[in-house]
T-cell receptor, first 114, second 112 residues
Framework: SQTIHQWPATLVQPVGSPLSLECTVE??????LYWYRQAAGRGLQLLFY??????ISSEVPQNLSASRPQDRQFILSSKKLLLSDSGFYLC?????????????FGPGTRLLVL | QQQVKQSPQSLIVQKGGISIINCAYE??????FPWYQQFPGKGPALLIA?????SEKKEGRFTISFNKSAKQFSLHIMDSQPGDSATYFC???????????FGTGTSLTVIP
């Protein structure tokens, strides 16, 4: 079966510090990968998605970036965090081919920027 | 532009009652409509989904009603329980696409 991991689970960072959040998927190959941000009590904002290694599409211009160095690894980064970057970050995957219409979410990373 | 519109934003229901959450979409190319359930501090989990070739799908206490001509679909939770208290998201996607469009979420509280 497939599983998706995110770490860290929680993170408290000062304004201006760098960020690196990691997401890995097990049990599948060549998944589509997604990063979402969810502000407190709000909906899901798509940040980036990737259909393959090195292929990143950005949905919202901001100080965040994403990379996919390996097939099942997706990284969200920032060089300098802003207060507004606080939120709940969710990684998700979907199969390519059969079943690609469904997304599966990771447990999330709670980020607090102070 | 919000591709999927969801209402209400919040909902309070008595235990044993019926919870109803509504969604509407614009793009007729959408052909898959899932609902996700999210508990606080957790990632959303797929709850139930429907394709536009059927008007209703039922799984236990959860039912999706789908109206293709009106471009609307809804989630009905029968005999609502306190354990159903969560945020519910509707979504739409295309079977052969890469993108997913989520509603803004409904916070459901079931009062004992």
């Amino acid at each position: 079966s497939q599983t998706i991991h995110q770490w860290p689970a929680t993170l408290v960072q000062p304004v201006g510090s760098p960020l690196s959040l990691e997401c890995t998927v097990e049990g599948t190959s060549n998944p589509n990968l997604y990063w979402y941000r969810q502000a407190a009590g709000r909906g899901l904002q798509l940040l980036f998605y990737s259909v393959g290694i090195g292929q990143i599409s950005s949905e919202v211009p901001q100080n965040l970036s994403a990379s996919r160095p390996q097939d099942r690894q997706f990284i969200l980064s920032s060089k300098k965090l802003l207060l507004s970057d606080s939120g709940f970050y969710l990684c998700a995957w979907s199969p390519t081919g059969l079943g690609r219409e469904t997304q599966y979410f990771g447990p999330g990373t709670r980020l607090l920027v102070l | 532009q919000q591709q999927v519109k969801q209402s209400p934003q919040s909902l309070i229901v008595q235990k044993g009652g019926i919870s109803i959450i509504n969604c509407a979409y614009e793009n007729t190319a959408f052909d898959y409509f899932p609902w996700y359930q999210q508990f606080p501090g957790k990632g959303p989990a797929l709850l139930i989904a429907i394709r536009p070739d059927v008007s209703e799908k039922k799984e236990g206490r959860f039912t999706i009603s789908f109206n293709k001509s009106a471009k609307q679909f809804s989630l009905h939770i029968m005999d609502s329980q306190p354990g159903d208290s969560a945020t519910y998201f509707c979504a739409a996607s295309m079977v052969w696409g890469n993108q997913f469009y989520f509603g803004t979420g409904t916070s459901l509280t079931v009062i004992p």
